[in-house]
């Protein structure tokens, strides 16, 4: 069997090109929420850059040829790293990483420099990629598999790259007279570099379906959520409210609906500005989210108006949910315009039904039915003296 390298050169050529278009065309589009991609880009230009420099080192001098393709391939090999490094764990790759392309390079050089055969270069050369790609399958085994499921895919043709280097690396520390040369006719030379590159091609692929995978759940949860507050809008509310209420339902249980609307908040924007406003607003939503469960449902109605569903709670249990939170949000001293503090308070208005006690209208229950009495008692809690709440 006879692997022609020069043609395993070009098919990586046109791999790597490939590679480099497609992240091009991604980093226009999703480059504002994924940054990394650009670390990608930059290493698979790097590394095509590295490919074309292979070549050349048939006509040019030893030194400066090895040193100059090992340079960009394990430069490319760095951003790829920090590209890893960034999307996953969210934070910029520890400096001492960089450190393996000079390192790298100056074991090339001193072997040059020894005059090592060109198989101990592979060798060297080989290894270091080999162990390039080790923290960035620790990331991805370690911390991958609760992100993108294309962070899979990019975890195995990393495996791939590296098995593929080592094992290059220890066959031409074993079988020398296979790396006699780049043109050297055989198998195992041009199979082994054949399979290195083109799992790195796999990876930059996958790696760009995963950033893809994000954003597309990122445009599911801002399509889902008050870009404000973190809520559920309107729409998605009225909806996990409709599955809440048939959950319970169908295993009998209680359920509450409470719908909050702050007190005087127009006064709060007129007279501090729509910035203090907006901080008010999260800072309820705040509030709240840190007195529920995850099983309930909180969303923003619109304007200053919110509404909790309270699925397996009583009228005892709601009741003192609601009064937690109105407490809460009182005690919270918010700083207005010119540095004055200032208190905010919070009407609410709950009904609660219960499937012994409601045995009549159970079954015709509908979440529209909940809100119109959550509305009346809110209207009662207002007309009180607001800073209260009101069951039904």
């Given at each position: 069997m006879?692997?022609?390298?020069?043609?395993?050169?070009?098919?990586?050529?046109?791999?790597?090109?490939?590679?480099?278009?497609?992240?091009?065309?991604?980093?226009?589009?999703?480059?504002?929420?994924?940054?990394?991609?650009?670390?990608?880009?930059?290493?698979?230009?790097?590394?095509?850059?590295?490919?074309v420099?292979?070549?050349?080192?048939?006509?040019?001098?030893?030194?400066?040829?090895?040193?100059?393709?090992?340079?960009?391939?394990?430069?490319?090999?760095?951003?790829?790293t920090?590209?890893?490094?960034?999307?996953?764990?969210?934070r910029?790759?520890?400096?001492?990483?960089?450190?393996?392309?000079?390192?790298?390079?100056?074991l090339?050089?001193?072997a040059?420099?020894a005059?090592?055969?060109?198989?101990?270069?592979?060798?060297?050369?080989?290894?270091?990629?080999?162990?390039?790609?080790?923290?960035?399958?620790?990331?991805?085994?370690?911390?991958?598999r609760?992100?993108?499921?294309?962070?899979?895919?990019?975890?195995?043709?990393?495996?791939?790259?590296c098995?593929?280097?080592?094992?290059?690396?220890?066959?031409?520390?074993?079988?020398?007279?296979?790396?006699?040369?780049?043109?050297?006719?055989?198998?195992?030379?041009?199979?082994?570099?054949?399979a290195?590159?083109?799992?790195?091609?796999?990876?930059?692929?996958?790696?760009?379906?995963?950033?893809?995978?994000?954003?597309?759940?990122?445009?599911?949860?801002?399509?889902?959520?008050?870009g404000?507050?973190?809520?559920?809008?309107?729409?998605?509310a009225?909806?996990?409210?409709?599955?809440?209420?048939?959950?319970?339902?169908?295993?009998q249980?209680?359920i509450?609906?409470?719908?909050?609307?702050?007190?005087?908040?127009?006064?709060?924007?007129?007279?501090?500005?729509?910035?203090?406003?907006?901080?008010?607003?999260?800072?309820f939503?705040?509030?709240?989210?840190?007195?529920?469960?995850?099983?309930?449902v909180?969303?923003?109605?619109?304007?200053?108006?919110?509404?909790?569903?309270?699925?397996?709670?009583?009228?005892?249990?709601?009741?003192?949910?609601?009064e937690?939170?109105?407490?809460?949000?009182?005690?919270?001293?918010?700083?207005?315009?010119?540095g004055?503090?200032?208190?905010?308070?919070?009407?609410?208005?709950?009904?609660?039904?219960?499937?012994?006690?409601?045995?009549?209208?159970?079954?015709?229950?509908?979440?529209?039915?909940?809100?119109?009495?959550?509305?009346?008692?809110?209207?009662?809690?207002?007309?009180?003296?607001?800073?209260?709440?009101?069951?039904a």
């Amino acid at each position: 069997m006879h692997i022609d390298t020069p043609t395993v050169l070009i098919a990586l050529l046109i791999g790597y090109s490939m590679l480099v278009l497609d992240l091009a065309v991604a980093r226009r589009s999703l480059l504002a929420v994924q940054p990394a991609l650009r670390d990608w880009l930059i290493g698979s230009v790097l590394i095509l850059l590295g490919l074309v420099a292979i070549p050349l080192r048939l006509w040019m001098p030893v030194v400066p040829g090895v040193l100059l393709t090992n340079a960009l391939i394990t430069a490319g090999m760095a951003c790829y790293t920090r590209a890893i490094w960034r999307f996953v764990l969210g934070r910029t790759m520890p400096g001492a990483l960089w450190l393996f392309t000079p390192l790298g390079l100056v074991l090339l050089l001193g072997a040059v420099l020894a005059q090592a055969t060109y198989p101990r270069l592979i060798t060297l050369s080989s290894g270091v990629m080999a162990l390039q790609v080790v923290p960035m399958l620790v990331v991805l085994v370690r911390h991958g598999r609760a992100g993108e499921t294309s962070l899979r895919t990019v975890a195995v043709t990393w495996a791939l790259c590296c098995m593929a280097l080592a094992v290059r690396a220890l066959h031409a520390e074993v079988d020398p007279g296979n790396y006699l040369s780049l043109d050297q006719p055989g198998w195992v030379q041009g199979f082994l570099l054949l399979a290195g590159f083109i799992s790195s091609v796999g990876a930059g692929f996958g790696f760009v379906l995963a950033c893809l995978e994000r954003a597309a759940r990122q445009m599911e949860h801002l399509a889902a959520t008050d870009g404000l507050t973190g809520c559920y809008n309107r729409t998605v509310a009225q909806t996990m409210l409709g599955h809440a209420l048939e959950r319970c339902r169908r295993d009998q249980q209680p359920i509450a609906l409470v719908l909050f609307d702050l007190d005087h908040f127009k006064q709060v924007n007129d007279q501090h500005g729509h910035l203090v406003g907006d901080q008010v607003l999260r800072q309820f939503a705040a509030s709240v989210r840190s007195r529920i469960r995850a099983s309930d449902v909180f969303g923003r109605m619109g304007g200053e108006e919110f509404c909790l569903g309270l699925p397996g709670t009583d009228r005892a249990g709601a009741w003192r949910v609601v009064e937690e939170v109105r407490a809460g949000i009182e005690a919270i001293a918010f700083t207005g315009r010119e540095g004055c503090h200032m208190h905010v308070t919070v009407s609410a208005g709950v009904v609660s039904v219960d499937p012994v006690r409601d045995q009549q209208h159970w079954r015709a229950l509908s979440i529209e039915s909940l809100y119109g009495q959550a509305d009346d008692q809110l209207y009662r809690a207002k007309q009180q003296g607001r800073n209260q709440a009101a069951m039904a």
